[in-house]
């Protein structure tokens, strides 16, 4: 079935993709997560390569049982026809309770139904205290309006 929004991706289009991504990965379900690839979509997250939909689940089960009370906020970064680039942050704690930030770079790769096809994903994990959380709201959903994007900007 179609993903709209279909490429090529507008300003707006990317926009809104990268929003909807936003908002299913922080509803921390990973079927819902899984339905935006294609059947045989191919990932790098880290130094993990994945493939397909039955992987995609497993692997973002074994995340969230990790990362607790995970929150992100993406930003779009580029976009062309097909393409979009993403960065981002999220904010979790293990079971202990220590608090991280990571931060990433994303690259997309859709084809003509809407479906990411590939992901390829940087991270980069930093510890934090709990008073320097920047992403206070009610897990798991969609981020607030009122939470601006990384550039500052509300999305």
Same mark, same amino acid.
């Given at each position: ?42 990932? !790098?997250? !880290? ?71 590939? !992901? ?36």
């Amino acid at each position: 079935m179609p993903r709209p929004p279909l490429p090529p991706f507008t300003l707006e289009t990317a926009r809104q993709k990268v929003r909807m991504a936003e908002d299913a990965w922080n509803s921390r379900d990973p079927e819902r997560v899984s339905l935006a690839y294609t059947e045989d979509s191919t990932w !790098r997250n !880290r130094s993990e390569f994945l493939q397909g939909r039955a992987a995609i689940v497993a692997f973002l089960t074994r995340k969230w049982e990790k990362e607790k009370d995970y929150r992100l906020v993406k930003d779009l970064w580029a976009f062309h026809d097909r393409f979009i680039a993403v960065r981002f942050q999220y904010e979790w704690h293990d079971s202990k309770g220590d608090w991280f930030r990571s931060y990433g770079n994303e690259q997309w790769e859709f084809d003509g139904e809407g479906l990411m096809r590939r !992901r390829e994903a940087s991270i980069n994990d930093v510890p934090i205290a709990p008073g320097d959380r920047r992403f206070h709201w009610t897990a798991p959903g969609p981020r607030p309006a009122e939470v601006p994007g990384l550039s500052g900007e509300p999305f």
